[in-house]
């Protein structure tokens, strides 16, 4: 979208990007607001009396930001020097999204080249939609402090359309950005497992809107929901969920378990009491989270009354006898003991003066407590089942209890009741350590939570009496991780290590690149070399996404949505994807480091679009790719493109030139590299042979003439792909020599690289079909027409671009056609991006004039297809007919099923066209 001049009229939110992966302005995820500040432009804060003042009141927790100073106070010297609204604006997006909850200290704001009072605005996020509010909210609040004549603002909702009204107040902002920032957050244990997962370098991706979460991608993946893993059996879990079941399997095995009966009534339940020694506990069969529990029963009525609780949430109850002994839970990761907890039911502590209601309410203001699992301690309620307990006590919720009494609120002891943990984990006696063990293990889960009853948890419960309750499936960490007293215990750690032992990988090879032309090619040439190596291939690319050989989506799949859906598939053990243009601007990369990146060349395309201009704007997005590169990876750049060369400064891991100037002719800058130990794909011309040197070593991959694909070398663009894709899968660890055997076996057929030089030979002339998009492309397509074509043989072509290119760039097109062919046919995508029908091929046809091009040798005609079919039918025998179709698939389906009207000698289908010899 286009602006007017910045300086007048009111502000403008013009762009709004939520960037989630490596961009052009960062590695971290992003949110950009582009702004023109209209008249704002003239007053910088130093020039608006008292706005700093009223800010900060307002925002005092802006007086802690460094800015560009580094340290607290920073960013008030700013405001009082004088620094403009976009700034502002990005520093109360921050400050909201701290303020929240939020992790957020990082935001940069840039002016817009050549638009003054235009500013990139962005700054740092976790949460998507916390941060979108944050930024609207910080355009008010900023212009809610000036007069009314400056507060004027427009496209708001390009940010967000809020749903909540808004008076201006921080405060209020603040608590929506926390209420978006809850939900979506996970709860306590899945945010450590989260954390301890980043800590390892392990990806993570949220799979849907709860907790459900992916670590690692391709083959090396895991899944997690909270603390149960993919390894938590289906038999395992449904036998914990069972607790008559798992009992009888504790039994088994020799661990003291309460003896007990199953009941469906509470007749029945009366009836299994009498034959138990009291006091007795009452629960659900399949419960969970303490719900329906009730202890310390003796009396009939108080039975049937716990019964009819439990039954609540289970059709059949448990009737027990209570062990001796505290409540303590053990957690058992991958058959270890990771850490103890005591767990001590809700209770409140009389004072002579408070009711009970009063003192909850006071218990409860503990900033620790929250609702449900989203705190590290759970608020305690004061519902029926604690109005029964009471009334057990004498007690109601009015009730004052005297000073020093303490009162319980529950009889079971879990968190998500109100309770409170104790850590134990050093005083636990390795008895009953192996007990917990033993249990976990007979049950058959990887992370268990073993509730153990012992009175003494440092003596051994064969001596005290007690023994195990229950094994329970997906085991809440709250208590482990933030007791209510003693150490806390990293145990989301070893569960993450027993998913991914120390040197597991997590992550499988990504290989990215980028690049005006030959993406496609370079990125096919690497997946076929992998293929041969045995790897089952992620592929994406403009034509689709590939997984082995197979297509999976038939599209443009050069963006961050495909790339993820390749790294999301569990069969593959490799990633090429081709990083164009468009997605890096519009997110950002698909990950956030690769272990190989490639840029191929930066050529005029693109250009005037999206805030990219000049050649040098284009260089800046593509160098992403490789600045994305990990430490250990292998950044590939070509030698031979001056753009390319200047990003090396900046690139990741080690640099592996490439380059078609080997030999003698090899640059000095790459004789350097080399000299210094450095690597280099190079193909020198005097033997024709492409090598690798690295580390001092110089080692043969092969001849270029040797790869179908160059038509003998003599198209030397996919000599240069090839260089391209030998260094790119040297640096993922494919041996030279297996790299030179694959290419030996890379051609130029529609199954192996659909519209990239792909040759037909049936109607009695030569088709040639290839994706020529832009004018270097054309122009190297036009240079090996040129050298295959016999003397005298006439060529048509077919020549397109998209509309949304520079006048100039479409003008060429038709130059470069009439350079290189006989009979132009011009055609146009059917929306032309923008411009009126017939405007492309009116700029092509003027090119081709102006570049001595007869009238007679041109055609205009809209529709793809029927340019096509005009370019067959204009063909007779020994003619060279060049496509470059924007729908490949469908042009080279139009090729097959052409029937010239005179008879054509019998031929192959396909062929891989060779050089003309003599």
Same mark, same amino acid.
């Given at each position: 979208?286009?602006?007017s001049?910045?300086?007048?009229?009111?502000?403008?939110?013009?762009?709004?990007?939520?960037?989630r992966?490596?961009?052009?302005?960062?590695?971290?995820?992003?949110?950009?607001?582009?702004?023109?500040?209209?008249?704002?432009?003239?007053w910088?804060?130093?020039?608006?009396h008292g706005?700093?003042?009223?800010?900060?009141?307002?925002?005092?927790?802006?007086?802690?930001?460094?800015?560009?100073?580094?340290?607290?106070?920073?960013?008030?010297?700013?405001?009082?020097?004088?620094?403009?609204?976009?700034?502002?604006?990005?520093?109360?997006?921050?400050?909201?999204?701290?303020?929240?909850?939020?992790?957020?200290?990082?935001?940069?704001?840039?002016?817009?080249?050549?638009r003054?009072?235009?500013?990139?605005?962005?700054?740092?996020?976790?949460?998507?939609?916390?941060?979108?509010?944050?930024?609207?909210?910080?355009?008010?609040?900023?212009?809610?402090?000036?007069?009314?004549?400056?507060?004027?603002?427009?496209?708001?909702?390009?940010?967000?359309?809020?749903t909540?009204?808004?008076?201006?107040?921080?405060?209020?902002?603040?608590?929506?950005?926390?209420?978006?920032?809850?939900?979506?957050?996970?709860?306590?244990?899945?945010?450590?497992?989260?954390?301890?997962?980043?800590?390892r370098?392990?990806?993570?991706?949220?799979?849907?809107?709860?907790?459900?979460?992916?670590?690692?991608?391709?083959?090396?993946?895991?899944?997690?929901?909270?603390?149960?893993?993919?390894?938590?059996?289906?038999?395992?879990?449904?036998?914990?969920?069972?607790?008559?079941?798992?009992?009888a399997l504790?039994?088994?095995?020799?661990?003291?378990v309460?003896?007990?009966?199953?009941?469906?009534?509470?007749?029945?339940?009366?009836?299994?009491?009498a034959?138990?020694r009291?006091?007795?506990?009452?629960?659900?069969?399949?419960?969970?989270?303490?719900?329906?529990?009730?202890?310390?029963?003796?009396?009939?009525?108080?039975?049937?009354?716990?019964?009819d609780?439990?039954v609540?949430?289970?059709?059949?109850? @448990?009737v027990?006898?209570?062990?001796?002994?505290?409540?303590?839970r053990?957690?058992?990761?991958?058959?270890?003991?990771?850490?103890?907890?005591?767990?001590?039911?809700?209770?409140?502590?009389?004072?002579?003066?408070?009711?009970?209601?009063?003192?909850?309410?006071a218990?409860?203001?503990?900033?620790?407590?929250?609702?449900?699992?989203?705190?590290?301690?759970?608020?305690?309620?004061?519902?029926?089942?604690a109005?029964?307990?009471?009334?057990?006590q004498?007690?109601?919720?009015?009730?004052?209890?005297?000073?020093?009494?303490?009162?319980?609120?529950?009889?079971?002891?879990?968190?998500?009741a109100?309770?409170?943990?104790?850590?134990?984990?050093?005083?636990?006696?390795?008895?009953?350590?192996?007990?917990?063990?033993?249990?976990?293990?007979?049950?058959?889960?990887d992370?268990?939570?073993?509730?153990?009853?012992?009175?003494?948890?440092?003596?051994?419960?064969?001596?005290?009496?007690?023994?195990?309750?229950?094994?329970?499936?997906a085991p809440?960490?709250?208590?482990?991780?933030?007791?209510?007293?003693?150490?806390?215990?990293?145990?989301?750690?070893?569960?993450?290590?027993?998913?991914?032992?120390?040197?597991?990988?997590?992550r499988i090879?990504?290989?990215?690149?980028?690049?005006?032309?030959?993406?496609?090619?370079?990125?096919?040439?690497?997946?076929? @070399?992998?293929?041969?190596?045995?790897?089952?291939?992620?592929?994406?690319?403009?034509?689709?996404?590939?997984?082995?050989?197979?297509? @999976?989506?038939?599209?443009?799949?050069?963006?961050?949505?495909?790339a993820?859906m390749?790294?999301?598939?569990?069969?593959?053990?490799v990633?090429?994807?081709?990083?164009?243009?468009?997605?890096?601007?519009?997110?950002?990369?698909a990950?956030?480091?690769?272990?190989?990146?490639?840029?191929l060349?930066?050529?005029p395309?693109?250009l005037?679009?999206?805030?990219?201009?000049?050649?040098?704007?284009?260089?800046?997005?593509?160098?992403?790719v490789?600045?994305?590169?990990?430490?250990?990876?292998?950044?590939?750049?070509?030698?031979?493109?001056?753009?390319?060369?200047?990003?090396?400064?900046?690139?990741?891991?080690?640099?592996?030139?490439?380059s078609?100037?080997?030999?003698?002719?090899?640059?000095?800058?790459v004789?350097?590299?080399?000299?210094?130990?450095?690597a280099?794909?190079?193909?020198?011309?005097?033997t024709?042979?492409?090598?690798?040197?690295?580390?001092?070593?110089?080692r043969?991959?092969?001849?270029?003439a040797?790869?179908?694909?160059?038509l003998?070398?003599?198209a030397?663009?996919n000599?240069?792909?090839?260089?391209?894709?030998?260094?790119?899968?040297?640096?993922?660890?494919?041996?030279?020599?297996?790299?030179?055997?694959a290419?030996?076996?890379?051609r130029?057929?529609?199954?192996?690289?659909?519209?990239?030089?792909?040759?037909?030979?049936?109607?009695?002339?030569?088709?040639?079909?290839d994706?020529?998009?832009?004018?270097?492309?054309?122009?190297?397509?036009?240079?090996?027409?040129?050298?295959?074509r016999?003397?005298?043989?006439?060529?048509?072509?077919?020549?397109?671009?998209?509309?949304?290119?520079?006048?100039?760039?479409?003008?060429?097109?038709?130059?470069?056609?009439?350079?290189y062919?006989?009979?132009?046919?011009?055609?146009?995508?059917?929306?032309?991006?923008?411009?009126?029908?017939?405007?492309?091929?009116?700029?092509?046809?003027?090119?081709?004039?102006?570049?001595?091009c007869a009238?007679?040798?041109?055609?205009?005609?809209?529709?793809?297809?029927?340019?096509?079919?005009?370019?067959?039918?204009?063909?007779e025998?020994?003619?060279?007919v060049?496509?470059t179709?924007?729908?490949?698939?469908?042009?080279?389906?139009?090729?097959?099923?052409?029937?010239?009207?005179r008879?054509?000698?019998?031929g192959?289908?396909e062929?891989?066209?060779?050089?003309?010899?003599?």
């Open positions: 979208m286009t602006s001049p910045g300086g007048t009229g009111p502000l403008r939110v013009l762009e709004r990007t939520v960037y992966g490596p961009h052009l302005y960062s590695a971290r995820p992003m949110i950009r607001l582009q702004l023109d500040l209209g008249a704002l432009e003239q910088p804060t130093d020039r608006l706005f700093t003042d009223a800010l900060l009141k307002r925002l005092p927790g802006l007086e802690r930001h460094g800015c560009c100073h580094g340290e607290p106070g920073g960013f008030v010297r700013r405001l009082r020097d004088g620094t403009w609204l976009g700034h502002v604006i990005e520093h109360v997006a921050i400050e909201l999204q701290s303020a929240a909850g939020a992790p957020v200290t990082r935001g940069k704001t840039r002016s817009v080249r050549g003054p009072g235009v500013y990139n605005v962005m700054y740092a996020w976790t949460d998507e939609e916390a941060a979108l509010l944050a930024g609207r909210r910080a355009v008010e609040i900023v212009l809610g402090l000036l007069t009314p004549d400056l507060r004027n603002v427009e496209g708001l909702d390009r940010i967000v359309r809020p909540e009204p808004f008076d201006g107040d921080p405060e209020s902002a603040i608590a929506g950005v926390a209420a978006a920032l809850r939900r979506t957050a996970f709860g306590p244990s899945t945010q450590a497992l989260v954390d301890a997962a980043r800590r370098g392990i990806p993570v991706e949220r799979l849907n809107g709860q907790s459900l979460i992916q670590l690692g991608w391709g083959v090396h993946q895991r899944r997690l929901r909270a603390s149960v893993t993919d390894r938590t059996g289906l038999v395992a879990a449904e036998s914990a969920g069972d607790k008559a079941e798992a009992k504790l039994e088994r095995i020799g661990i003291p309460a003896r007990g009966a199953v009941a469906r009534s509470a007749d029945e339940a009366v009836a299994a009491a034959r138990l009291a006091p007795l506990v009452i629960k659900p069969l399949d419960g969970n989270h303490g719900r329906g529990v009730t202890t310390g029963l003796v009396a009939e009525a108080d039975l049937r009354r716990a019964f609780e439990a609540r949430h289970s059709r059949r109850v @448990i027990e006898e209570q062990l001796p002994g505290r409540d303590h053990v957690l058992v990761v991958a058959g270890q003991v990771v850490a103890v907890a005591e767990r001590e039911p809700p209770k409140v502590t009389g004072d002579g003066v408070r009711t009970v209601a009063e003192l909850v309410e218990v409860n203001a503990d900033p620790r407590r929250g609702e449900g699992h989203e705190a590290v301690l759970t608020r305690i309620r004061l519902d029926a089942a109005a029964e307990v009471l009334a057990r004498g007690l109601a919720a009015d009730s004052v209890p005297a000073a020093g009494r303490e009162v319980l609120l529950r009889t079971a002891a879990n968190l998500s109100g309770g409170t943990a104790v850590d134990r984990t050093t005083e636990i006696h390795p008895d009953n350590a192996a007990l917990a063990r033993r249990a976990a293990l007979a049950i058959g889960l992370v268990a939570g073993v509730d153990l009853l012992a009175p003494d948890i440092g003596r051994s419960i064969r001596e005290t009496g007690g023994g195990v309750v229950e094994v329970n499936a809440g960490l709250r208590m482990h991780l933030a007791p209510s007293e003693g150490q806390a215990r990293d145990v989301a750690q070893p569960i993450i290590a027993s998913l991914y032992p120390r040197g597991a990988p997590a090879p990504v290989l990215a690149v980028t690049g005006t032309n030959g993406k496609s090619t370079v990125g096919r040439m690497a997946a076929h @070399i992998f293929k041969a190596q045995g790897k089952v291939v992620g592929l994406t690319n403009t034509s689709g996404v590939y997984i082995g050989d197979q297509q @999976i989506a038939a599209t443009d799949a050069s963006g961050p949505k495909s993820r390749v790294l999301r598939d569990p069969t593959v053990e990633a090429v994807l081709e990083c164009a243009r468009g997605g890096i601007l519009r997110e950002g990369l990950f956030d480091r690769c272990d190989v990146g490639a840029v060349n930066v050529q395309d693109h005037g679009l999206k805030g990219v201009d000049t050649l040098e704007d284009l260089a800046a997005v593509k160098s992403v490789v600045e994305s590169v990990s430490r250990r990876g292998v950044s590939v750049l070509n030698a031979d493109d001056p753009l390319t060369i200047r990003m090396a400064r900046h690139a990741g891991g080690r640099m592996c030139w490439f078609l100037r080997g030999g003698e002719q090899t640059p000095g800058f004789l350097k590299h080399i000299a210094d130990g450095g280099a794909v190079l193909h020198e011309p005097e024709d042979e492409i090598v690798l040197h690295d580390r001092g070593e110089r043969l991959i092969c001849r270029a040797g790869i179908p694909a160059t003998q070398g003599h030397v663009f000599v240069q792909n090839a260089l391209a894709a030998a260094a790119m899968t040297w640096g993922a660890g494919v041996p030279p020599a297996a790299i030179g055997e290419l030996g076996s890379f130029s057929t529609f199954d192996q690289n659909p519209g990239r030089m792909n040759l037909h030979e049936d109607h009695g002339f030569r088709v040639i079909l994706y020529a998009h832009n004018p270097e492309a054309l122009r190297a397509l036009g240079r090996v027409c040129s050298a295959l016999p003397s005298g043989q006439r060529s048509i072509c077919m020549i397109s671009i998209p509309g949304d290119r520079r006048e100039a760039d479409i003008r060429q097109m038709g130059e470069i056609g009439a350079e062919f006989d009979t132009l046919v011009f055609r146009e995508a059917p929306d032309n991006r923008g411009r009126g029908k017939g405007e492309v091929m009116r700029l092509m046809t003027e090119g081709a004039r102006a570049a001595g009238p007679g040798r041109i055609h205009e005609v809209h529709e793809e297809s029927e340019a096509a079919e005009l370019c067959l039918r204009l063909a025998p020994g003619d060279l060049v496509l179709p924007t729908r490949v698939e469908a042009v080279w389906g139009i090729i097959q099923a052409f029937r010239p009207q008879a054509a000698e019998p192959p289908k062929i891989v066209l060779e050089p003309p010899h003599g």
